[in-house]
């Protein structure tokens, strides 16, 4: 609906596993973005990339790994995560990184579960 | 710090009136704005932005005003539906960067 798609939409893991978040854009944007949004807290924004390249990593840890092979696609690789990961994983789009006044496009999200 | 303060406990008004969503911040000088629409289990949805010059922005039932003296947005619904009922994010830009830290919604619960 908003030109931005993740899969999958459900994910339960344990903590020792290994597994990837996929976001693809259909809008010809230049910039995507990795939220997390927990119950009772506001997005928090994770990574941005801009023309491919990684401009903002805010402090998140590194078991959290973006990838972003190109405009239309972002990765979120996730490997030996916590209980307290388990949220709703966005990702969104804008025209440019480096813009302003852009408004973001933002997919229905993963909802990742860690037991 | 920064702060983005939204209401926090749910608005409830009957279909028909009038539903005003405040977002206060402190420690912030945006240039604009931005309010989203979230529905529960999916993504936010752009409604309207508003810029640091312009005081009031308006699209078709939706009115959004912006003080920075007070540092105050509203977010006003007229003729309010049940299907307006969800979560009204502000956002705000981060000067310099061109990211945008959001406030934690307000719930809006509209009955007929």
């Given at each position: ?8 939409r459900h994910l339960v893991m ?8 996929k976001?693809?854009?259909h ?9 997390k949004?927990s119950?009772k807290k ?5 990574f941005?990339?801009?023309f ?5 990593n ?10 972003c092979?190109?405009?239309?696609h972002?990765?979120l ?8 990961d388990?949220?709703?994983?966005l990702?969104?789009?804008s025209?440019d ?6 408004e973001?496009?933002?997919?229905p999200?993963?909802r990742?579960?860690v037991l | 710090?920064q ?5 926090s406990?749910a ?11 405040t977002c206060?911040?402190?420690n ?10 979230q ?5 936010p949805?752009?409604l ?5 010059n312009?005081k009031?922005?308006r699209?078709?039932r939706?009115?959004?005003t912006?003080?920075?003296t007070?540092?105050q ?8 539906q ?6 009204y994010?502000c956002a705000l830009?981060?000067?310099?960067y061109?990211t945008?830290t959001?406030?934690?919604g ?7």
């Amino acid at each position: 609906e908003t030109g931005v798609t993740q899969t999958p939409r459900h994910l339960v893991m344990g903590m020792t596993n290994k597994k990837s978040l996929k976001c693809e854009q259909h809008l010809g944007h230049n910039a995507m973005y990795w939220y997390k949004q927990s119950a009772k807290k506001p997005l928090e924004l994770m990574f941005v990339y801009n023309f491919k390249e990684q401009t903002e990593n805010n402090s998140v840890p590194s078991r959290f790994s973006p990838e972003c092979p190109n405009s239309s696609h972002l990765f979120l690789h996730l490997h030996t995560l916590q209980p307290e990961d388990s949220a709703l994983y966005l990702c969104a789009s804008s025209q440019d990184g480096s813009g302003r006044y852009n408004e973001q496009f933002f997919g229905p999200g993963t909802r990742l579960t860690v037991l | 710090s920064q702060k983005i303060e939204q209401n926090s406990e749910a608005l409830n008004i009957q279909e028909g009136k009038t539903a005003t969503l405040t977002c206060n911040y402190t420690n912030y000088s945006p240039a604009y704005l931005q309010w989203y629409r979230q529905d529960p289990g999916r993504g936010p949805v752009f409604l309207l932005l508003i810029r640091e010059n312009e005081k009031e922005k308006r699209k078709e039932r939706l009115k959004v005003t912006f003080d920075t003296t007070l540092k105050q947005s509203l977010f006003h619904i007229t003729a309010s539906q049940p299907a307006d009922s969800a979560t009204y994010l502000c956002a705000l830009e981060n000067s310099g960067y061109s990211t945008l830290t959001f406030g934690k919604g307000t719930m809006l619960l509209v009955s007929p």
